[in-house]
């Protein structure tokens, strides 16, 4: 498994930026890695993609120097993504400090957790690597990033016990989910409960994100953001190709 660059600068502190795709296009992964985004994150939930689908898309990432990220459909499907190279992945849903200890143990290997061994596979070089089984298990520990997407209003009266579960690298919030959960109240309401559980992960020494935070219409709004401690961002394809395709024809009409 190669450094996971996403999560060291996280660890640092830093700002990350990445890209979500809904197709498993391996271009677009390698042109996101050329344009010089931190990670990649396959849309798993919304938009599953087959296994072969999904290796040749880690290996676009591997090729490009872009971290290969996952949203996964559930706990459940952990493994088949963690073992095809993804190194970032993100569960859906948790809402418990149960559920953030059964994704710990589904990530990560003893003795963190009880993620299946398979070191045959794509991390160890198909067994070319000599390490030890402990060995693998720590570099593979140390290179995965678990991120929890707390969405709902479960989640919510229980972010400070998902941020501190040991294992549990990163905290990422959805508004929208989390507003629906609520009922759709007023704005202000679903603020104030983002910030509750960004001030749980802070307080839990973990970095985290907000799902609609990366407005790239707004550069003001994600200053606001890393001034309170957000350290990833997170934009979509079909938003980039929206800006890229406006921008364009705002060119063209002054051609024109």
Known sequence: MRPNHTKARLLRGEVVVGCAISSPDPEI???LGAAGFDFVRIEGEHGPPDPSALEHVVRAAEGSNITP?????????????????????TVPHVETRADA??????AKHFPVGMRGHNSGG??????FDALTTREYYDHINQET?????IETEAGLHNAAEIAATPGIDMIDIGPSDLAQSLGLPAKSVVDEAVDRIAAAALSAGKPFGVGTTMTLDNPEEMRRWVAKG??????GASTLFRSAAIDALRIMADVR
């Open 230 to 235: 957000s350290r990833y961002f997170l934009t």
């Open 29 to 31: 992964v390698e042109l």
């Open 101 to 106: 200890e059964a994704a710990v143990r589904a």
């Open 145 to 149: 990033l678990l991120i929890a997407l």
């Open 69 to 89: 990220a996952a949203r996964v459909p559930s706990i459940g499907e952990l493994l088949r993504y963690l073992d095809r190279g993804v190194a970032a992945v």
């Open 122 to 127: 794509r991390h160890s070089r198909y067994g």
